[in-house]
């Protein structure tokens, strides 16, 4: 499958063995390039991915690829086999309800943490987004759920955590714009209500209570989630 690239980031072709020095740039350029197609579900859940492929479209040799693919594997958005290849992560149903099941016990503990710590400009950011999500379109309403929920935890001083959750949150990307498709989330009056439950709690610095409305906000899309199956049909 061939690889969209982001013209406007593009460099010269390497053209000899490539150095500690071009290694990084070469690799970040890959990394977010391909992070935005997988987010964006440009290249769907299971697609293989050709080192050679994309050493032509980034324009770059196979060591800053391979790079690449290892982070993007430790982000939870690439799959390695060994001597087989790389793909595009995909999860089961079962995968993935064990993946929310997951997310229902640390985000709200991530969130506890965090709340304390939220400036009184967080929480207006948090509101502003909550209100922009409202009337947003499918692609909008994605991106900006993304950066309310990870906004909500930036006071936390847990890295080991918030790498596990930001993980989870890309590895089940693709299936949550499946659902947001099948089900109109983005239109969905409860989702715009937890939000602001949710903002509400954050600005009284209830950590208890945002926590529980976290926990039966991820708990619901859950419970749909496996309710919808053919949502992880990537055939």
Same mark, same amino acid.
């Given at each position: 499958?061939?690889?969209?690239?982001?013209?406007?980031?593009?460099?010269?072709?390497?053209?000899?063995?490539?150095?500690? %020095?071009?290694?990084?740039?070469?690799?970040?350029?890959?990394?977010?390039?391909?992070?935005?197609?997988?987010?964006?579900?440009?290249?769907?859940?299971?697609?293989?991915?050709?080192?050679?492929?994309?050493?032509?479209?980034?324009?770059?040799?196979?060591?800053?690829?391979?790079?690449?693919?290892?982070?993007?594997?430790?982000?939870?958005?690439?799959?390695?086999? #060994?001597?087989?290849?790389?793909?595009?992560?995909?999860?089961?149903? $079962?995968?993935?309800?064990? #993946?929310?099941?997951?997310?229902?016990?640390?985000?709200?503990?991530?969130?506890?943490?965090?709340?304390? $710590?939220?400036?009184?400009?967080?929480?207006?950011?948090?509101?502003?987004?909550?209100?922009?999500?409202?009337?947003?379109?499918?692609? +909008?309403?994605?991106?900006?759920?993304?950066?309310?929920?990870?906004?909500?935890? #930036?006071?936390?001083?847990?890295?080991?955590?918030?790498?596990?959750?930001?993980?989870?949150?890309?590895?089940?990307?693709?299936?949550?714009? %499946?659902?947001?498709?099948?089900?109109?989330?983005?239109?969905?009056? +409860?989702?715009?209500?937890?939000?602001?439950?949710?903002?509400?709690?954050?600005?009284?610095?209830?950590?208890?209570? %945002? #926590?529980?409305?976290?926990?039966?906000?991820?708990?619901?899309?859950?419970?749909?989630?496996?309710?919808?199956?053919?949502?992880?049909?990537?055939?």
């Amino acid at each position: 499958m061939a690889v969209v690239t982001d013209t406007s980031t593009g460099t010269p072709p390497t053209t000899g063995p490539t150095t500690a %020095a071009d290694t990084g740039p070469a690799s970040d350029r890959i990394v977010a390039g391909l992070r935005r197609q997988i987010l964006s579900g440009e290249l769907p859940p299971g697609s293989r991915i050709v080192q050679e492929d994309l050493a032509r479209e980034f324009n770059a040799s196979r060591l800053p690829v391979r790079d690449a693919l290892r982070r993007l594997e430790a982000e939870g958005l690439v799959r390695l086999v #060994a001597n087989t290849g790389a793909w595009v992560e995909s999860l089961s149903v $079962h995968e993935c309800t064990e #993946a929310y099941l997951i997310r229902e016990r640390l985000e709200p503990l991530l969130l506890s943490l965090s709340t304390p $710590h939220l400036s009184d400009d967080d929480v207006a950011h948090l509101e502003d987004l909550a209100v922009r999500m409202r009337g947003a379109d499918l692609e +909008a309403f994605l991106r900006l759920d993304r950066e309310f929920h990870l906004l909500s935890y #930036a006071g936390a001083t847990a890295p080991m955590t918030e790498e596990i959750v930001r993980r989870l949150w890309n590895s089940t990307q693709p299936y949550r714009r %499946a659902y947001a498709v099948l089900v109109g989330v983005a239109d969905s009056p +409860a989702t715009h209500a937890e939000h602001t439950l949710l903002v509400e709690a954050l600005r009284r610095r209830d950590a208890q209570d %945002a #926590a529980h409305v976290l926990e039966l906000h991820i708990r619901r899309t859950r419970v749909e989630l496996a309710r919808h199956p053919d949502v992880f049909d990537t055939d």
